[in-house]
């Protein structure tokens, strides 16, 4: 449009675009609504501003008008390039030999709230990137799963978590995150138990934990993985438990022997007494089938002493532990924790 010379300008006839294309269409008696969103930029006459420069200007502005919801119109602003280029620089470092080499992990006991012992220490991923420095996994696992890495990275991963594993004192397990890549592939299981067995690390060492939206992508596949780690002994825990799209369904499903509660959920259980109500209710749904619990994100005292009182089997978080390298577990076997907690519902049974 060679008049619309200002954002101002340009944003008013996007609007008149959407309204003309929300006007209800009638069709067979029925009437359809539709919705748009609308992107634009402002180019100038610049030698810069090719035509595809524009193209790609304007879709950076459409998917900011979509995150607005439907019937946005945004123009483009700078800004909105540096999610994009962050992206391209992490999908070309993914992508470049020999990555894997920048990758590490560190540990985080999982802590046994009845007793303060370290039930297993859960890997995380890092990376340090010569470049962009200490990428988190948040950041850099969805991108190397839609890429199609992710099974390479997490192999050197397991490797590495593995090794250190095996001089653990034998009660400490180990927890790993699967991918939903790797828990849908057909014959995962039987790789990692081969590669357990390689690695001389017995099968009830390692505990798996897998994510409902892993479980979304391919249910059948990842029941059989599931079950085939299962029955050599790898135990099975749900991770982020009440983040998203909880399903209960799942738990009559599969059979698991952990569940861990969202950090989301338990912080939310010192904000209000529904927050409370609803943590202990999940704790008692968990009780009821038999599963422990394990309440992340544990950061301070008073959660601790709250999920203690209602009862949490286990607990994770910066309070009790943080993440850090092999080395720095060190000896620890046994966290200490707050004194004088009576859990919840036990207090006849004391
Ligand atoms: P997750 O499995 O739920 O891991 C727990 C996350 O919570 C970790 O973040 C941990 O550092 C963080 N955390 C622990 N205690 C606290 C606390 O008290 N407060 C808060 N705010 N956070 C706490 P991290 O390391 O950034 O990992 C994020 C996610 O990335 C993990 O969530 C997991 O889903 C995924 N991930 C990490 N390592 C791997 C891996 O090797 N393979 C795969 N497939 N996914 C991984
Ligand atoms: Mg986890
Ligand atoms: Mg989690």
């Known amino acids: 449009m060679t008049d619309a010379s200002n954002a101002v300008s340009a944003r008013s006839i996007g609007a008149r675009i959407l309204a003309a294309v929300n006007r ?12 748009a969103s609308c992107g634009m930029t ?13 193209m790609a200007d304007a879709d950076l502005a459409l998917y900011q008008a979509k995150e607005e919801g439907s019937n946005s119109v945004a123009i483009f602003e700078p800004r909105m390039e540096a999610p994009r280029r962050r992206r391209l620089q992490i999908e070309r470092a993914l992508r470049a030999p020999q990555m894997e080499d920048a990758l590490h992990v560190v540990f985080q006991p999982i ?40 099974q390479r990275l997490n192999d050197r991963l397991m490797d590495i978590a593995i090794a250190e594993a095996r001089s653990w004192p034998s009660e400490i397990r180990l927890a790993f995150n699967l991918s939903a890549l790797q828990l849908c592939e057909r014959g995962f299981a039987a790789t990692l138990l081969h590669k357990l067995r390689r690695a001389g690390l017995a099968t009830n060492r390692l505990q798996v934990e897998v994510t409902e939206t892993a479980l979304l992508a391919d249910f059948d596949r990842a029941r059989q993985n599931i079950h085939g780690l299962h029955e050599a002994g790898v135990l099975i825990v749900l991770d982020d438990f009440g983040a998203g799209y909880a399903s209960i369904g799942y738990l009559r499903e599969l059979k698991f022997d952990q569940i861990k509660l969202d950090g989301a959920l338990v912080t939310a259980a010192q904000d209000s007494s529904d927050g409370k109500r609803l943590l202990q209710a999940v704790i008692g749904l968990c009780d009821l089938l038999g599963v422990a619990s394990v309440a992340e994100h544990i950061e301070s005292e008073e959660l601790l002493r709250l999920v203690m009182s209602l009862g949490c089997t286990a607990g994770q978080g910066f309070w009790l532990h943080r993440p850090v390298p092999a080395h720095r577990l060190g ?12 859990p919840f519902g036990r207090h006849a049974a004391a």
């Open 42 to 54: 402002i180019g100038s006459r610049t030698p810069d501003m090719t035509p595809s420069r524009i």
């Open 111 to 150: 802590v046994d709230l009845a007793s303060g012992r370290i039930l297993a220490h859960e890997a995380l991923a890092r990376w340090t990137d010569p470049d962009m420095g200490e990428v988190m996994p948040s950041e850099f696992i969805p991108i190397a799963e839609q890429l199609n890495l992710i």
């Open 331 to 342: 000896a620890i076997e046994q966290v200490s924790l707050v004194s004088n907690v009576v």
């Open 24 to 35: 209800p269409v009638t069709i067979a008696d029925r009437a359809f609504e539709v919705s």
